[in-house]
């Protein structure tokens, strides 16, 4: 990483703590994508605006690159009890591995042992193959049926856990972008909650180009910093895949002079794992790139994205991005106006 010219003074996961009334935390979604409140703030000038989200075509140009996370939720949370015991256990989906087996998050984990078996309703149960560090597992699923099909049926939408009640109907759809298309993520890119099919459209009539990539989320997304220091701190590796269309559009973009506006900070964290100076063409691996301040972004040229927990490695990302004094103003501001929080709340645009 390259130093940027802000403040010398190192971060510390302290810094990133904010006083914030839990009222504020969306606990639902609005009644219209395009609904939430949008704050517009501005890097060079240091000044913030209350907009809508429907605004956002006044702040973006013809030859700006919207890039946005294509990856589809899966249904991931699984509650059933032990065989034999009968406690109760709760299974989060983390990635499908060979034929019927899983990793997996198990709560709680540390009782977890190679042989024990989980039920869960309709017929389906699982064994524990290896146990991982930090509450992950090796499972395997066994039914009379399709253990996939199952799955579908039993599992239930993994919402955040700062959202305080269980999964409704509507959350099939809203905690999913429109334009989700790759299964695999465990939660939300939820910048891109805010998009309508319709907002989309008008974007690229009046010359702003989209393009898609993948990054499936993984549930450290919701995980607290652990280490004081910020550099003491990493992220598990994601997967992503980059088209080659987009690698080529991101390159024509920076050739014609428009901006890259990236939709979220997990597609911000793709951006900036890619060498766009190589002229290769679409890609795919694992990142793990963890942002904090001081960072000197090479590709990203503007963000939307949600208000983020307090110490969050999301959280260390925006202050990269917009500054540590500034992004923590608006974050005042933001509670002060009474903005929305997190997955289901308001957005920023940040440019």
């Known amino acids: 990483m390259t130093p940027s010219s802000e403040s010398p003074r190192l971060l510390t996961r302290e810094d990133l703590e904010y006083d914030l009334p839990s009222f504020l935390i969306a606990q639902r979604p609005g009644r219209e994508r395009t609904g939430s409140r949008l704050l517009t703030v501005n890097r060079r000038g240091n000044t913030m605006k209350d907009m809508g989200f429907l605004d956002l075509g006044s702040l973006l140009s013809k030859g700006d690159l919207l890039v946005l996370n294509n990856t589809r939720v899966f249904r991931a949370r699984l509650l059933g009890h032990r065989q034999d015991t009968g406690g109760r256990v709760e299974i989060f989906l983390l990635r499908r591995l060979e034929g019927s087996q899983w990793k997996v998050l198990l709560r709680p984990g540390k009782r ?11 017929g389906l149960c699982c064994t524990v193959l290896e146990r991982l560090d930090r ?3 090796i499972i395997e699923f066994h039914a009379d049926t399709d253990v996939g099909a199952l799955l579908e049926k039993v599992a239930r939408v993994p919402l955040p856990p700062y959202i305080k009640r269980d999964p409704e109907e509507l959350d099939g759809c809203r ?15 939820t910048a891109g909650l805010h998009f309508d099919r319709d907002q989309l459209r008008e974007l690229e009539e009046t010359g702003v180009e989209t393009a898609y990539l993948t990054l499936h989320v993984g549930p450290g997304t919701f995980e607290p910093l652990k280490h004081d220091r910020l550099e003491d701190n990493s992220l598990d590796p994601e997967q992503f895949s980059i088209p080659e269309q987009t690698f080529e559009a991101l390159l024509r973009t920076r050739r014609m002079g428009g901006r890259i506006v990236a939709v979220g900070t997990t597609t911000t964290r793709v951006l900036e794992t890619l060498d766009l100076s190589d002229g290769s063409g679409g890609t795919s691996g694992e990142t793990g790139i963890f942002i904090f301040p001081p960072y000197r972004f090479r590709n990203v040229d503007a963000l939307i994205t949600n208000f983020h927990l307090p110490g969050s490695s999301l959280l260390c990302l925006v202050a990269a991005f917009m500054g540590y004094e500034f ?21 920023m645009f940040i440019e």
Do not use: N
Not at 113 to 118: D, E, N, V
Not at 327 to 347: L, T
């Open 175 to 189: 905690y999913q972008t429109v334009y989700a298309s790759a299964v695999g993520a465990v939660a939300a890119p």
């Open 135 to 137: 509450g992950r597992a």
């Open 327 to 347: 992004m923590m103003d608006a974050y005042r501001h933001a509670v002060r106006s009474e903005y929305r929080f997190y997955s289901y709340g308001d957005a």
């Open 112 to 122: 977890s042992r190679p042989g024990m078996k989980f039920i869960f309703p309709e």
